[in-house]
Each structure stands twice: as structure tokens, then as C-alpha cells.
């Protein structure tokens, strides 16, 4: 069975940082893209941030450029979210996303293509 385990979510006052982590387990996604997505109270989930198979290629929404930044470890099949300089409108619920590609397209921010989810991690922002 695969599963995406996300970590890292918690309290923060607004401008502090956190750190995310997606761990799967089951299969490995080293070849494939995987990303993050949020959803806030009583809104749409969104995309956050993507990363390709070799960690070469990245893409962020607009609202998180220059604030959060995604990596991976392919030794240990983990991607990441740090999260900078955070605001009350960053609390959401992160999801983990993995997909079937090896790079990050479009039909993958529609929400479209992914292919596995993870149940998600709470990050809360106080102001």
C-alpha cells in the first residue's frame, strides 16, 4: 500500500519557520515529481510548490515565492517544505502530492494528475 506521510506542521507566530516533510512508504517516487499542496478553512486546496525527479527543476505559486523553498533527499525518497517569513494566511492543511511523472506540468497544479496524496499536516499562523 502507498502512502505519503507528511510531518513538520505545528504553531507558529506570523514570521516565524517551519519545515515539512513527506516520507512515502510502499514504492519509491525518486524518478517521479512530487509537490505540495494546502487547503484553508473554507477554501479551495491549492498549490503551493513542486520539485522534479532530480530536484533540478522547481515551481511555486505566486503568494509562497521567495518565502518557502522545496527540496528533496532521494537517498532517503523525503521531499521537504521550509516555510519562511509566515503569515496568518499560510495556515492551511499541507498536503503531499506524488506523481507518475517525472516532471512537474500543469495538469499536475490542476490537481488533475496527481496520483497519490498524503492526509496532510496542520500549520497554524499566528498574528
Known amino acids: 500500500q502507498v502512502q505519503l506521510v507528511e510531518s513538520g506542521g505545528g504553531l507558529v507566530q506570523a514570521g516565524g519557520s517551519l519545515k515539512l516533510s513527506c516520507v512515502p512508504s510502499g514504492r519509491s517516487f525518486t524518478s517521479n515529481a512530487m509537490g505540495w499542496f494546502r487547503q484553508a478553512p473554507g477554501k479551495e486546496r491549492e498549490f503551493v510548490a513542486a520539485?522534479?525527479?532530480?530536484?533540478?527543476?522547481?515551481e511555486y505559486a505566486d503568494s509562497v515565492k521567495g518565502r518557502f523553498l522545496i527540496s528533496r533527499d532521494t537517498a532517503t525518497n523525503t521531499i521537504y517544505l521550509r516555510m519562511d517569513s509566515l503569515k496568518p494566511e499560510d495556515t492551511a492543511i499541507y498536503y503531499c502530492?506524488?506523481?507518475?511523472?517525472?516532471?512537474?506540468?500543469?495538469?499536475?497544479?490542476?490537481?488533475?494528475?496527481?496520483?497519490?496524496w498524503g492526509k496532510g499536516t496542520l500549520v497554524t499562523v499566528s498574528s
Open positions: 520539485i522534479s525527479w532530480s530536484g533540478g527543476m522547481t
Open positions: 502530492a506524488a506523481t507518475f511523472s517525472s516532471h512537474w506540468s500543469p495538469v499536475h497544479t490542476s490537481m488533475k494528475g496527481i496520483d497519490y
